[in-house]
């Protein structure tokens, strides 16, 4: 019993590591960053992430920037940014590397 729970889970998750995020061109333009005042971190170790816009399918959207503690020592946030290409722009997420 507990192999095929190990052998179930293990199939679940190569599952969901292959699910790739479908590309959503947009057409307009991304207006310009908001000027964000941060507040004080709440420790030395927190790293500020700076609010983006984001496309809710109608139009663009302000996330606010928020402090987040790295997941693990020496990694680096990589801001998301909107990508230029032909046929409108594409979102590309933010990550830690």
């Known amino acids: 019993m ?3 729970f190990l052998t ?4 679940i998750a190569l599952g969901v590591g292959s699910v790739r995020a ?7 333009r991304p207006p310009r960053a ?3 005042h941060r507040i ?3 420790s030395h170790r927190h790293v500020w992430i700076a609010g983006y816009h984001r496309w809710d399918g109608n139009a663009y959207v302000w996330v606010s920037g928020r402090w987040e503690l ?9 801001a998301p940014r ?6 409108g722009w594409v979102f590309v997420e933010g990550r830690w590397r």
């Not at 179930?8 to 199939?11: A, P, Q, R, S, T």
């Not at 790295?70 to 990589?78: D, G, I, L, Q, S």
Request: net charge positive; glycine share 6%.
């Open 2 to 4: 507990r192999k095929l």
């Open 8 to 11: 179930g889970l293990f199939g």
């Open 22 to 28: 479908e590309e959503i061109v947009v057409k307009v």
């Open 34 to 36: 908001v000027v964000e």
């Open 40 to 42: 004080v971190a709440p």
């Open 70 to 78: 790295p997941p693990r020592e020496h990694v680096v946030w990589v």
């Open 82 to 87: 909107w990508r230029h290409r032909h046929d």
